[in-house]
Nanobody, 119 residues
Framework: QVRLVESGGGLVQAGGSLRLSCAAS????????MGWYRQAPGKQRELVAA???????NYADSAKGRFTISRDNAKNTMYLQMNSLKPEDAAVYYC?????????????WGRGTQVTVSS
């Protein structure tokens, strides 16, 4: 059973920092990519940052220069360091894992962690 558990969310003042973690367990397939998504009230879920198995990263324009995604393969854990947070960064942040075996693809989501940024 694949399980993704996010942690590290909370309340922070604008300009502050948070570090999100996503611990993955039960992975029995080859991971192509892991990513952080977020969804604010009334808005669609959007990609914040992703990291591929080879280490290549990509970021939403809103995250570039402020957020850093990283991954500890030995611990099957992904991180998102968020600096210079803005009120518009407030959302529920979700961890995603995408992977495959020879016969199928896999796409799993965590339950999310709330990030609140006060102005």
């Amino acid at each position: 059973q694949v399980r993704l558990v996010e942690s590290g969310g909370g309340l922070v003042q604008a300009g502050g920092s948070l570090r999100l973690s996503c611990a993955a367990s039960g992975i029995t397939f080859s991971i192509d990519s892991m990513g952080w998504y977020r969804q604010a009230p009334g808005k669609q879920r959007e990609l914040v940052a992703a990291i591929r198995s080879g280490g290549t990263t990509n970021y939403a324009d809103s995250a570039k220069g402020r957020f850093t995604i990283s991954r500890d393969n030995a611990k099957n854990t992904m991180y998102l360091q968020m600096n210079s947070l803005k009120p518009e960064d407030a959302a529920v942040y979700y961890c995603n894992v995408y992977g495959r075996t020879w016969s199928r693809t896999y796409d799993y989501w965590g339950r999310g962690t709330q990030v609140t940024v006060s102005s």
